[in-house]
């Protein structure tokens, strides 16, 4: 089957800044793919031209068989589109936000009932439909941006930090809607976020920094390619543990954090049996663990994913 999204050779410039900088992938239809990359890397830029809302400075775009430089409009059909900002009419009611959207995206008058009860079903908003948006949670409130997201039935939905600002019960519940809702209509998911544990669930992963795609893989082989495991020690003088710890065992990698030390080693068996007992300032804390999706992100990029620009 061929990809729903064909990126290539994609490239934008601000006047003498290039954001984006000829970049490849590709998006299979029902897949959920995961675009994380720190700030400034040129996410944003991607995902606007994408979506046919940037003109790019040279590249292709084709979403659903259409080209989203010449058939803008055939293309916004395909898509749905869940911004960070909350867009909806806080005085009107769910039900009439969603009417407004049909309108607005052209949804057939003898379809809109039903599909917008369907949508409201999914996202678990039958019972307030008549409530006034401004007396939703802000969990409630997503709920709505992602049905309205899907009346116009998208191939592909683009979700740009879906759950961010949301506590974490509210967090997981979004997902279940998400996930629910890729099951019933096999939609093609593109993910943006800065939370690594809700990046976990993208069936692949693109890392972007300074304009190129940095890895492109599952979750598990990316993490597969960190290898090894990661230490995470503090100790009473760290600066001292690191200059011993980088002459003793130089292939491992370390990186001071806030008040520990993490070490990336191909084995932490040669770690703990030799280099542990040689330490001469008291540990006060020692975890090893495997490698997360952090571990890659920081090893790819050098930077923690909730970390500014560089
Ligand atoms: N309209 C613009 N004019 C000039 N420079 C821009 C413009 N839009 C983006 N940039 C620059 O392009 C680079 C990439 O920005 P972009 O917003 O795409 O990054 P991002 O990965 O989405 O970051 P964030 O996670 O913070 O949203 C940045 O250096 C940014 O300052």
């Known amino acids: 089957m061929e990809p729903i999204i064909q990126v290539h050779e994609l490239r934008k410039s601000f006047k003498d800044m290039e954001a984006v900088k000829g970049i490849h992938f590709d998006v299979a239809q029902g897949e959920i793919f995961g675009f994380l990359g720190p700030n400034g890397a040129g996410k944003s830029t991607t995902i606007n031209m994408i979506c046919t809302m940037l003109a790019p400075t040279s590249g292709s775009v084709t979403i659903n068989g259409y080209d989203a430089f010449k058939q803008k409009a055939k293309v916004r059909e395909s898509i749905g589109i869940i911004f960070q900002e909350n867009t909806l009419d806080e005085k009107l009611s769910a039900l009439e936000n969603l009417k407004l959207h049909c309108r607005f995206y052209r949804v057939p008058k003898n379809k809109r009932a039903e599909r917008i009860q369907e949508v409201l079903e999914i996202v678990d908003l039958v019972d307030n439909q008549k409530k006034k948006v401004e007396e939703f949670s802000g969990g409630m409130k997503r709920r709505l941006e992602i ?5 116009h039935y998208p191939k592909v939905l683009f979700l740009d930090e879906p759950t961010v600002g949301l506590d974490p019960q509210t967090r997981a519940h979004i997902w279940e809607y998400i996930l629910r809702l890729k099951e019933k209509e096999n939609i093609t998911i593109f993910l943006t976020t800065h939370y690594l544990d809700e990046a976990e669930i993208s069936h692949r992963i ?3 920094d300074k304009g190129t795609i940095i890895a492109l893989d599952t979750p598990d082989r990316l993490k597969q390619q960190v290898g090894g495991d990661v230490i995470e020690l503090g100790t009473e003088d760290n600066d001292a543990v690191a200059a011993q710890l ?4 130089p292939e491992a990698e370390v990186k001071q954090e806030a008040d520990i030390l ?6 932490s068996d040669q770690f703990i049996s030799t280099f ?3 330490i001469r300032v008291p540990i006060t804390s020692l975890n090893i663990r495997r490698p997360t999706l952090n571990d890659v992100f920081l090893s790819y990029t050098g930077r923690d994913i909730k970390a500014g620009p560089a």
């Open 276 to 278: 542990l007992q040689q």
């Open 206 to 208: 693109a890392i972007m």
């Open 246 to 249: 980088q002459s003793a065992m």
């Open 262 to 267: 993490r070490i990336q080693v191909p084995s």
């Open 147 to 151: 049905a309205r997201g899907l009346l």
